[in-house]
């Protein structure tokens, strides 16, 4: 056979392929460069966020709360004792000022509410187990006083509301973190989806669960849920967004930044509720497994 009938030969490839990982222990790379084959467009979760907080706030700053709620349920009695102590007298301390206020808008007076005595805080001295320090102290020189015993995040938090607008600040902090909710919610979507599934689901997400429930308790709850989802919005939010797009208010979530706000929001939750230090966790193994 001659030169001039022997077959082409096939073109070579410009690139390899990748070499396949099937049956390797090594996990594939995640390839956060890959651009989103949806619109990223915020203006809509940005608009659904000013509806909630323009509904659930007009609702907040216009009921007559002590009237419409009927007395305190659960812990209230505490927290808003606490909202109105920090908001009024900048402090924790149990005085009679406190239940004076309790009964000029809630004449049943309180019910159940935690006490604790305090300690006279000496220094801090290293140690030499976990958490290598610990704090000195003895006890309260005025055996007399008391102060508040729950944790004080969600009335420290609510205190400013507290302040301008009396009792009715609860339910417009309640408010604002509902809007916060839906606009993290839409903005984290969105890298992935079009805007009309971004904002049903997270608009669904919070108005098809039990949140809008609590939203009428003077308790933790909307505020622990809103600053752990704040908490993993900031930590995921640079796995799943695309590269190089975005208005320049999400550019520092991209950046280590982010993932120092994330601890702190999650700690602030468990400040907050003990039990959500297990939202701790998948941070800790997911660094691991990067």
């Not at 990982?21 to 995640?30: E, F, N, Q, R, V």
């Not at 608009?47 to 907040?60: D, I, K, N, S």
């Not at 919610?185 to 108005?207: D, E, H, K």
Request: charged share 15%; with cysteine.
């Amino acid at each position: 056979m001659t030169a001039e009938h022997l077959p082409a030969a096939a073109p070579l490839p410009l690139s390899t392929p990748a070499p396949s990982t099937a049956g390797s222990d090594t996990p594939p790379s995640i390839d956060r460069d890959v651009p989103s084959p949806h619109r990223v467009d915020h203006r809509p979760g940005l608009v659904a966020a000013l509806l909630v907080l323009c509904l659930y706030g007009g609702w907040a700053v216009s009921v007559d709360f002590p009237r419409a709620a009927y007395g305190f349920h659960s812990d209230e009695a505490t927290y808003y004792m606490m909202g109105h102590s920090l908001a009024r007298d900048l402090d924790l301390t149990y005085r009679r000022d406190d239940l004076v206020r309790v009964w000029a808008e809630f004449p049943s007076g309180p019910s159940g509410v935690f006490l604790k005595t305090g300690r006279d805080v000496e220094g801090i001295a290293v140690a030499g187990a976990i958490p290598f320090f610990e704090i000195r102290s003895r006890p309260d020189s005025d055996t007399e006083r008391l102060y508040f015993g729950k944790s004080y995040a969600y009335p420290l938090a609510a205190a400013p509301f507290v302040a301008a607008l009396g009792t009715n600040g609860f339910l417009l902090l309640h408010a604002v973190l509902f809007a916060a909710i839906v606009l993290v919610g839409y903005v984290f979507l969105n890298t992935r989806m079009s805007p009309t599934i971004s904002l049903l689901l997270a608009t669904g997400f919070l108005m098809a669960s039990v949140a809008p429930a609590y939203f009428v308790w003077i308790t933790p709850e909307v505020f622990n849920l809103a600053v752990v989802m704040l908490g993993y919005f900031c930590w995921l939010y640079k796995e799943v967004a695309p590269a190089g797009k975005g208005p320049p208010f999400t550019r520092w979530l991209r950046s280590p930044a982010s993932d120092l706000v994330a601890v702190v929001l999650l700690g602030i939750a468990t400040f907050s509720k003990p039990s959500n230090v297990l939202l701790v966790g998948p941070v800790l193994v997911w660094g691991d497994a990067l």
